[in-house]
């Protein structure tokens, strides 16, 4: 058996020959020439090999058959390491030099059932980089499809494999290439890309995933796990905002870097001062790339576009002026988004996880949570005395986030108090996001307006008539988003263990369930 460690990256069709050209690719040795490789996948009909993450492949190469049976590995940030077996295939499936025997013992229970399944044909580049006598790694460019049927799909990847040396060279390697070239970091291998396509599935946006922390770790592998989680989020809808149309893509890709964000406002007194200072820079800066794509969007279908609605023709006609003059901003805004497809930083984000001084950590993770939940909501709650005092949009965009780092907080933190309330609780404070949500986009909408004025995209009249529509409707919600916040402010928090001391938690968890008056 082999493990095979390798990263893999995707690269756009139109830009993949600049990677061949590169001087960390010519500095290498190519090992021959380019070779075509065809790739049948089997599996039987109800695919019982792919649900125990098994993929059994036949290659076809102009000299010779391979036979390769992989096992699922665990991938973060396009790197993985998986057992792999491959053997010369003379005509029939041989699995017997496949030393796992569990695995062993399911491929020959299936080997009467199996049937092709789905193809992969394309042309690879290989190259060695010797980077030093103790670190090696093959870099294969491949350029072809994925077919299932009368279906496909491109194949357009750079490929890493570690020959000798440890999997952190492979990251600190492939950094370097994708801070140069349009590369960025995926996990779906060609077998799972074409398991979807023979299913007829489409990858969609993704969303945040339940946390996965436990009483018993400490606060540093805390920080590590919900990390590595919120970078697997970022990175899933980094490659959806590059090749997708689907503009949930873009929102969830925001929403991964505020959740990351706000771990590393939490961590913050256990986090080295570098790492915090650097990274929150590094965020708040890829947040801005797709900061005007997304606002925009939200201008569109929550300002602009309810006002075509309107029986009066000047209300439509300023309608239509502010939309030509947002398409011609979401065009520039679009062609920002370019600059993602360099996805170094990703990768040095990873690589920079796997380094972190983890020395200043508390050791107790359930106090070190309530401390720093309980200062979220202090300030939240400070937020909010503001905005009461003087109710501007400035005042009350600063108290949502006060809210959105309290809310994603509650969510990371969860499983370490009563889940369910602590659940709830962060769903209450979503809802109050939500309701102050529409002011902040009203005020933003309004801001751009005033900056088309001035280029003279539109006349000051237009602006001044989507101010007059919404100014109403925006007032109102404000006054009722401030009574709400009352109340959701001034509950217990689940967080507090003071109501677990006094008996408290326990009452309220009865008082949930129907009670009937025992009568003996």
């Not at 279906?151 to 020959?163: D, G, K, M, N, T």
């Not at 006349?459 to 919600?477: G, I, K, L, S």
């Amino acid at each position: 058996m082999a493990t095979e460690v390798e990263l893999k990256l995707y690269c756009s069709p139109d830009a993949i020959s600049r990677v061949e050209t590169h001087p960390l690719i010519t500095a290498g040795v190519e090992t021959g020439p380019a070779k075509h490789l065809e790739n049948t996948y089997y599996d039987t009909p109800d695919l019982a090999l792919h649900q125990e993450r098994i993929a059994l492949r036949l290659r076809t190469t102009p000299t010779e058959q391979l036979q390769t049976v992989k096992c699922a590995a665990k991938s973060v940030a396009g790197l993985s390491s998986r057992p792999e077996w491959e053997t010369p295939y003379t005509g029939a499936f041989d699995f017997s030099a496949v030393d796992a025997r569990k695995a062993r013992a399911f491929l020959e229970e299936q080997q009467a059932s199996l049937v092709p399944v789905f193809t992969t044909a394309f042309e690879r580049r290989t190259w060695r980089i010797d980077i030093s006598k103790k670190i090696a790694i093959l870099v294969m460019v491949d350029t072809g499809q994925v077919s299932s049927g009368d279906r496909s799909l491109p194949i357009s990847e750079v490929e890493l494999e570690l020959v000798q040396g440890n999997p952190e060279d492979l990251l600190d390697f492939a950094t370097a290439l994708a801070t140069h070239l349009p590369l960025v970091p995926h996990d779906a291998s060609k077998a799972e890309r074409g398991y979807q396509l023979f299913l007829n599935q489409v990858s969609g946006p993704q969303k945040a995933s339940p946390s996965p922390l436990g009483a018993k770790q400490n606060s540093a592998e805390a920080f590590q796990f919900l990390a590595s989680q919120g970078m697997q989020m970022w990175q899933a809808n980094l490659l959806g905002t590059l090749t997708s149309p689907d503009q949930e893509f873009v929102h969830q890709f925001r929403v991964s870097l505020r959740r990351l964000n706000s771990l590393i406002k939490v961590f913050k007194p256990a986090l080295p001062g570098h790492y915090q200072t650097q990274w929150t820079k590094r965020v708040k800066a890829l947040s801005q790339i797709t900061g005007d794509v997304r606002d925009l969007d939200v201008m569109r279908s929550g300002i602009v576009e309810p006002m075509l609605q309107s029986d009066d023709p000047q209300i439509s006609w300023h309608a239509k002026a502010a939309l030509a003059a947002l398409d011609e901003a979401k065009r520039e805004a679009v062609a920002q988004l370019a600059e993602l497809q360099y996805g170094g930083t990703v990768l040095l984000f990873a690589r920079d996880l796997q380094d972190l001084g983890t020395d200043d950590f508390p050791k107790s993770l359930p106090r070190f949570a309530e401390k720093q939940l309980a200062g979220l909501h202090r300030n939240a709650v400070k937020r909010l005395t503001k905005t009461l005092k003087a109710p501007t949009p400035e005042r009350a965009h600063r108290f949502r986030i006060a809210l959105k780092h309290l809310r994603y907080s509650c969510e990371f933190f969860a499983p370490l108090f009563d889940n369910d309330e602590m659940v709830e609780y962060a769903k209450a404070i979503a809802g109050l996001q939500d309701a102050f949500g529409f002011i902040n986009d009203f005020h933003v909408a309004l801001s751009r307006l005033q900056d088309w004025v001035a280029q003279a995209a539109i006349t000051q009249e237009t602006r001044d008539a989507v101010a007059a529509w919404h100014t109403p409707q925006a007032q109102a919600m404000l006054a009722n988003a401030l009574h709400l916040a009352e109340s959701v402010m001034s509950r217990c928090q689940p967080w507090c263990t003071e109501c677990e001391r006094r008996g408290l938690s326990e009452i309220r968890r009865r008082m949930q369930h129907a009670i009937k008056l025992q009568v003996s």
